[in-house]
């Protein structure tokens, strides 16, 4: 008989404790609780995530199957579905939020001198979303298109380690730029963007704040070249230029000057690339 720990055992040992109680008991996760406390709601969740359930049925079947090892991996209170549906529907999730944001904050700690593939000082993020299709009938409130349901997960991923450091969920129809206006920014970080995110109002905003964007730039750009820069050719490279926006609403949205890149991927052989920065 293997006497030594499950690995979800060793697994949830990194989990701060002390952190996770003083968020349930901020929100008063526990409050009138017998038999399924938070925790257990946790483990039952974190326990799906990793072995890739999909379904409470799914999950009280997993873990029932087991039940004489449930008690030695953490599990206090009886697994069922409908107990795990009540706990969902009716426990704040802002629990597991704030817990989110602590392990995040944790993580970050852990990578704060891992090396970036470019030599940078200042923090590099990454900002992008995805579209997550669901079943129309099932989830009415997140109506996408005519016979589609679909939510969005914006994330912002520091690429030093890796880390998303924030994610917001909205339905399908809001547009990407939107988040900009929520966005927690870091006093000159470098966040890097798709063409989506594109609006220059915003982006002036960052600017000012100030912080620094890279973002692919439109085929319709409307522009005037201050000055150009000379580049190496060999590396891919086919202009650095300081430009200034020339259409009206553009222009007075973003009243300053920006620095214009284009590139092609010699070994991909694509076609150019051209990004802006402030």
Known sequence: MNAGKAVFAQIMEHLPRYEFDKCV????????????SCYDQFLCLAFAQITYRESLRDIE?????????????????QISRSTLADA??????LIYQDLAYRLISIARRLYQNEELAIDLNSSLYALDS????LCL???P????????AAIKMHTLLDLRGSIPTFISLTTGKVHDVNILDILPVEKDAVIAMDRGYIDFSRLYTLNLFP?????RAKSNLR???LYSREVDKTLGLRSDQTIVLTGTKSRAAYPEALRRVSYVDLEKNNPDWSGLSD
């Open 141 to 148: 409130w997140a109506h996408y298109r005519k016979t589609k």
């Open 61 to 77: 079947t997993c873990l029932n199957s087991h039940h004489e090892k449930l008690y030695h991996i953490g599990f206090r209170g």
């Open 25 to 36: 008991k901020k929100y008063k996760g526990n409050h009138r609780v017998r038999k399924f």
């Open 137 to 139: 009938s099932l989830f």
């Open 130 to 133: 995805t579209t997550i299709d």
């Open 211 to 215: 912080a620094f964007f890279v973002i």
């Open 223 to 225: 522009f005037r070249r």
């Open 88 to 93: 969902n529907e009716k426990r704040d999730h």
